[in-house]
């Protein structure tokens, strides 16, 4: 990665890789492609905010909750949507635009004792999370 830093302060590099990590740590911009078909170019910072649109809930609660966890985020955002759940630990997108972050954490704090969550928390999507939604939203998944 050192070379490749040093070498594009003088010229223009062009990489492919799969790897967002490595794409937001040496690109300046970045071409997503799907299907072999440009979908969308610019910053990483620019594409995560553009593309993601949601903010990423982890919600750790007892066995037997889930669907009430999951039906309470979607009464407050319905276009909420589980991306994966394992062992009582299930992951959603909420969008930003359906819920603001006082009403998230208001919410959550009210309901903790009720739906039995042991632990919860917020993030904003990464650089990956933003590439994969566009790769399902591309492909109709």
């Known amino acids: 990665w050192a070379a490749m830093r040093k070498a594009k302060s003088s010229r223009a590099l062009l990489l492919t890789t799969h790897s967002m990590p490595e794409a937001e740590a040496l690109c300046d911009r970045l071409a997503i492609m799907v299907a072999g078909r440009l979908r969308c170019v610019g910053s990483p910072k620019e594409l995560t905010r553009r593309l993601g649109g949601f903010h990423v809930v982890t919600v750790l609660c007892h066995a037997g909750m889930e669907a009430a966890v999951t039906a309470m985020l979607q009464s407050l955002a319905p276009g909420t949507r589980v991306v994966h759940q394992l062992a009582g630990m299930h992951k959603y997108e909420v969008p930003s635009g359906q819920l603001t972050l006082s ?39």
């Open 103 to 141: 009403e998230l954490f208001r919410a959550m704090s009210a309901s903790r004792a009720s739906l039995g969550i042991k632990d919860w928390g917020v993030a904003n999507p990464t650089l990956e999370e933003a590439f994969v939604k566009v790769s399902r939203t591309a492909l109709g998944l």
